[in-house]
């Protein structure tokens, strides 16, 4: 997960959100996202 670049872990994320993907799977890429302390991308990225 830690090569993986924040653009594609933020897309990921709402994709998985989208596709209502696993719960775990999701709460993995919460994780990372929280690790690289990249919350407000969250909130500014293009769905």
Known sequence: MESLPDYILIKTYHK??????????????????NRRNLQH?????VK
Do not use: G, W
């Not at 989208?18 to 994780?31: A, G, N, P, R, T």
């Not at 991308?41 to 990225?45: C, E, I, P, Q, T």
């Open 41 to 45: 991308r969250l909130l500014s990225a």
């Open 16 to 33: 998985a959100k989208q596709l209502h993907l696993d719960s775990k799977f999701i709460e993995l890429l919460k994780f990372e996202i």
